[in-house]
């Protein structure tokens, strides 16, 4: 059986995104998981040219104190 | 020359006129080594993501300029010197940067009324107080008894 697996499409350059900013973190925080990592490419689909910007993006953002390096669970 | 643009974080204890001398710094350093201002921001006091130097809080600003690179050590040295700095990135904007700012520059003609972007100010919804509504309800059962006898 072969899965069916939807083609996933660059959600920055669906909305025409050309610049990704770093100082929106909400924008940022769509790609982050819950941890504070970057998402892979090939789990949320961003082209190469955005996932390449983003990293960048993401980045700054957190040398800034914008986005957390780490978000810890204090149990 | 090329536009770079530089953010700091500032301590948030400062008093209002030791940030604008602070920033005045900043830009007067830029100035005389022949750069010039695009822009000067302040975003305000925001919670930092992480603590820095114990601090939970941040006064950020940004100064958007163009230059030649060498400038960007010269203030860099001055963010070193100066105690109440956080935390600083100076970068320059790349080329992406660069097309989507050009084409706000060719749309902007075109719609010069622009409209003022504000943030809208959260209305301060008061709750009803609760306890004189009990005190009329009481009263009522008060004057039914009254009534009564």
Redesign the interface.
Known sequence: MLKVRRKRVCQFCEKDIEYIDFKDDRQLVRFLTEQGKIIPRHTSGTCAKHQRQLARAVKRARQIAIIPFVTDFTR | MAIYET?F?LDSLMQTKEIDSAIERFSEILKSSGCKIRKEERWGKRR???E?QKKQY?F?GSIEFEGEGDVVRELENEYNFNDKVL???T?RYDK??L??ME?AKEDSPVKEEKPAVEKPVAAVVEKAEEPPAEKTENDAVETEEKSKE
């Open positions: 953010i974080i930092l993501a992480y820095i941040g950020y935390r600083y990135l970068y992406s940067k097309k989507v084409k």
